[in-house]
């Protein structure tokens, strides 16, 4: 029995191949991935002068159930297992933390870019925030073969 038996893994994906590969991760560590694992998505919050806002076409709830279709899509090209999936709205790294905070998880696989320490500057940094704000251990899983 490992330390992260019973515990909650929430995974942070982007639907990227390096993103597939943190979930295959994560499955390896877990007792019962089917249980254990909760894939996060997080899209932007929508904006008053977003037209379909305007012209009611575009919601949350429309726009929580066609993500979550398309991360499971996403699942099943990748061969992974029907997995839970939270879609979360609003900063990436402020979202992942709070919802690690609310349910009580005990660890958070995230997949990096690991891009360059100016491209981190200018864009910020998911990965640099959840690191060290995360209320539980953090795995940060780098390319392989990323240069440095």
């Known amino acids: 029995m490992s330390w992260i038996s019973n515990k909650q893994i929430i995974i942070p994906i982007d639907l990227t191949d390096f993103s597939a590969q943190g979930i295959r991760t994560s499955m390896e560590m877990a007792d019962d991935p089917e249980n254990q694992l909760t894939i ?16 009611e076409s575009l919601n ?16 099943e090209r990748n061969g992974l297992p029907a997995l839970k999936i939270k879609i979360l709205f609003g900063d990436p790294g402020r979202e992942i933390v709070h919802y690690a905070n609310q349910e009580k998880i005990g660890l958070i696989v995230i997949p ?8 981190r500057w200018l864009l910020g940094s998911v990965t640099d925030y959840v690191l060290h704000h995360a209320p539980c251990p953090v795995l940060f899983l780098k390319r392989e073969n990323s240069s440095r």
């Open 40 to 55: 996060v998505y997080v899209l932007p919050p929508l904006e008053s002068y977003d037209p379909g806002v305007h012209w």
């Open 60 to 75: 949350y709830v429309d726009r929580t159930e066609s993500t979550k279709r398309s991360v499971a899509l996403f699942l």
């Open 112 to 119: 990096s870019h690991t891009r360059g320490t100016l491209s």
